[in-house]
């Protein structure tokens, strides 16, 4: 339930900490990958070492490339998260339970055998499935696997902030990334003031964050930048496995279609804020407007 589980949260200043999806390393244009990878690793390194979250789709690492990249994370002590293998979403009517887990144990296979990973499953998406009884079918199947669930509290759109960059890079590569910083950084503020205003009014003191950011150009660019804005602004930056203790995590709202930023659906199933919650919480619909105007 929304209210259960928050006995041991603290008052003070917010705590956040970095979690990435997807680790789609062919993304990164120009054959950059190598070099934006290393960027990510040094700039959490150069910030207190900090330890992220790194939740893998095995499809994108079932090779010798990804397995290398990915090892470095592992290396160098980041929590290796399971994404599944084929990034489904479980809200498709046309993705079963059957199918969805079976994804989710292919993925497994991929990156079980790295030392720093753990039973944390991150939905694709956040989509956790459009039924009760597919939501509750696979919350059962996280227990009796050992898992537990790889939950947001901080949603975002940095995914579409690196895609209209490079989109914009393709059509003209000598584009400085430099112009999407400030909007980007903007962007990032907004939503976790946003949701920890709702971890406030949902627990009455603040909590443990766990932010979702993606394995991106944009983030090997300006992670740096993100990492010290949360720091100016008085937010403490701490590791992914320290955020994960917090008690907000064990709540497991039964909101239908589940899912979203875990602080979205304790709010949407505490029936308190009807008409003030959008769904989805984040998407590029929201973004598209303010990025035009930009010319970005």
């Not at 293998?85 to 079976?102: E, L, M, R």
Request: charged share 25%; glycine share 6%; with cysteine.
């Amino acid at each position: 339930m929304a209210a259960a589980a928050l006995s041991g949260a603290k008052t003070g200043p917010p705590k956040i900490a970095i979690t990435i999806d997807d680790f789609n390393w062919r993304q990164i244009p120009q054959n950059g990958a190598e070099q934006a990878n290393q960027s990510l690793l040094d700039l959490l390194a150069r910030h207190a070492n900090l330890k992220a979250a790194i939740f893998v789709c095995g499809e994108n690492v079932d090779d010798a490339t990804g397995r290398r990249l990915l090892r470095t994370w592992s290396d160098a002590g980041h929590l290796i998260g399971n994404h599944s293998y084929s990034h489904f979403s479980y809200n498709d009517p046309a993705i079963g339970f059957a199918k969805f887990s079976a994804d989710l144990l292919r993925g497994e296979k991929i990156v079980s055998d790295l030392p720093a990973f753990q039973k944390k499953f991150r939905f694709p998406f956040l989509h956790e499935g459009e039924t009760a009884a597919k939501r509750d079918q696979m919350r059962a199947f996280l227990v009796e696997h050992g898992y537990t669930n790889g939950h947001v509290t901080i949603d975002a759109s940095d995914w579409y902030y690196d895609q209209r960059l490079r989109a914009r890079l393709k059509q003209n590569p000598s584009t400085d990334p430099a112009a999407y910083r400030d909007p980007y950084l903007a962007h990032l503020f907004d939503r976790a003031t946003y949701y920890n205003s709702l971890a406030q009014a949902l627990t009455g003191s603040s909590i443990s964050h766990t932010i979702l950011l993606h394995y991106t150009l944009l983030n090997s660019l300006f992670l740096g930048d993100v990492l010290d804005m949360f720091q100016d602004k008085g937010w403490q930056l701490i590791p992914a496995h320290e955020a994960y203790r917090d008690p907000v995590f064990s709540n497991a709202p039964h909101t239908v279609p589940a899912g979203e930023s875990l602080l979205w659906a304790m709010a949407k199933e505490s029936g308190k804020f009807e008409g003030k919650l959008r769904y989805p919480g984040e998407s590029d619909e929201y973004e598209k407007d303010k990025l035009d105007r930009l010319g970005l």
